[in-house]
């Protein structure tokens, strides 16, 4: 059961990222026969992992803003936003603990 839950929210972030796009590599047309788009896949795997001890919306600011600082040595406009994002996310489930 834990690990469906670790998918299902690796998937909603992995999602979040590609919408927001805040590096700018989803490309306005994405080919239906090549599948789904993974180009922030690792990045959400780091993120994901990260939430465990994510409190607030702040901490979640925080993992995103260091994730991508690390993976492309920029902190790209629209990263609160997607923090905002996940949080709503994980939120619920805080708040029931």
């Known amino acids: 059961m834990r690990r469906a839950r670790y998918d299902?929210?690796?998937d909603e972030v992995a999602a979040i990222l590609e919408r927001h796009d805040p590096m700018g590599l989803v490309p306005d047309e994405i080919d239906p026969e090549f599948g789904p788009f993974d180009e922030y896949d690792p990045e959400?795997?780091?993120?994901v992992t990260g939430l465990g001890g994510a409190a607030s919306p702040q901490d979640v600011m925080r993992i995103v803003h260091e994730v991508f600082a690390e993976w492309f040595g920029e902190e790209p406009p629209g990263l609160d936003t997607v923090a905002v994002e996940v949080w709503a996310l994980i939120e619920p489930s805080r708040r029931a603990s």
Do not use: G, P, R, S
């Open 44 to 47: 959400a795997t780091v993120i």
């Open 8 to 10: 299902a929210l690796y």
